[in-house]
């Protein structure tokens, strides 16, 4: 079962405050996140490798608690803003799942 199927029926209620405003539904697909991702400027000191940001989002794909194939379910982040930078953790309640990278 691929994940966009298992989360079909999910309802995805984002942050208000992540909406810009006169934005639709579509500004909230993986490609439009991705574009988002590559607008905001990282110092390269506090970004993750990429081979890192990659295991990561690859983890996060596995993962029962993404929605839409953009949203955490268990913090609310966008999984590809989440994974970019270097110390940060996944938030899984059973433990960090991004601790092996």
């Known amino acids: 079962m691929s994940i966009s199927s298992a989360v079909a029926n999910v309802a995805i209620r984002p942050c208000p405050n992540c909406i810009p405003a006169g934005q639709g539904p579509d500004f909230f697909t993986p490609e439009k996140i991705a574009e988002r991702l590559g607008e905001i400027p990282i110092a390269p000191a506090l970004a993750a490798e990429e081979a890192v940001f990659y295991k990561r989002l690859e983890e996060c794909r596995k993962c029962e608690a993404l929605r839409e194939q953009v949203l955490c379910s268990h913090c609310g982040c966008f999984v590809m803003f989440r994974a970019r930078p270097d ?9 960090d799942k991004w601790k092996i990278f």
Do not use: L, N, T
């Open 87 to 95: 110390k940060s953790r996944c938030p899984h309640p059973m433990g």
